[in-house]
T-cell receptor, first 114, second 117 residues
Framework: KQEVTQIPAALSVPEGENLVLNCSFT??????LQWFRQDPGKGLTSLLL?????REQTSGRLNASLDKSSGRSTLYIAASQPGDSATYLC?????????????FGSGTQLTVLP | EAGVTQFPSHSVIEKGQTVTLRCDPI?????LYWYRRVMGKEIKFLLH????????ESGMPNNRFLAERTGGTYSTLKVQPAELEDSGVYFC???????????????FGPGTRLLVL
């Protein structure tokens, strides 16, 4: 059974700081890994998707890496801003039959202080 | 292009009543998923449709939950009768079918917040 863990559960940083969010998973046979952000009371916004054959993906100030062998992914946020405050979720996709269900971590709640 | 939409945004019902949640996926997305988050827990998978066919129902908690996707467009999730432990946020997601499944990004709707009293 796939388990996804995110550390830390909460993080508070001053504006402008670079930061790293961590995600680990127990089963390395994944199709892909997605990072999402969720604002309070809102849905999930997809940030980055890393396919199992890829090592990293970048979008603006965000960079996500994937190390399947060790079961780890990191989300790097450069020059953090107060608008980055949200909960960040990591999810992995396993092939089970012909399905592609996502298994989620519990998230990291990020607060960027102005 | 419109994103995934869900209706209603909130629902408060009494134990034993019936509630039907609706999801409209992004146009052209054949994959449709239902997930839910109950209080204090991670988001959990419920089921997956490809067009109108159920591909995986392994996450459905019990037979009080019924999902349909007639015509392969929008989907409904009915809870009958609702129990207290069904309270939570129900998310719908959709994705395009790709030649490489690993390239499929799932796009989520805003969720329906269900409270069973």
């Amino acid at each position: 059974k796939q388990e996804v863990t995110q550390i830390p559960a909460a993080l508070s940083v001053p504006e402008g700081e670079n930061l790293v969010l961590n995600c680990s998973f127990t089963d390395s046979a994944i199709y892909n890994l997605q990072w999402f952000r969720q604002d309070p009371g809102k849905g999930l916004t997809s940030l980055l998707l890393i396919q199992s054959s890829q090592r990293e993906q970048t979008s603006g100030r965000l960079n996500a890496s994937l190390d399947k062998s060790s079961g780890r992914s990191t989300l790097y946020i450069a020059a953090s801003q107060p608008g980055d405050s949200a909960t960040y979720l990591c999810a992995v996709s396993l092939l089970i039959g012909s399905a592609r269900q996502l298994t989620f971590g519990s998230g990291t709640q990020l607060t960027v202080l102005p | 292009e419109a994103g995934v939409t869900q209706f209603p945004s909130h629902s408060v019902i009494e134990k034993g009543q019936t509630v039907t949640l609706r999801c409209d996926p992004i146009s052209g997305h054949d994959n449709l998923y239902w997930y839910r988050r109950v209080m204090g827990k991670e988001i959990k998978f419920l089921l997956h449709f490809v067009k109108e066919s159920k591909q995986d129902e392994s996450g459905m908690p019990n037979n009080r939950f019924l999902a349909e996707r007639t015509g392969g467009t929008y989907s409904t999730l009915k809870v009958q009768p609702a129990e207290l432990e069904d309270s939570g946020v129900y998310f719908c997601a959709s994705s395009q079918v790709r030649l490489l499944p690993g390239a499929e990004t799932q796009y989520f709707g805003p969720g329906t917040r269900l409270l069973v009293l």
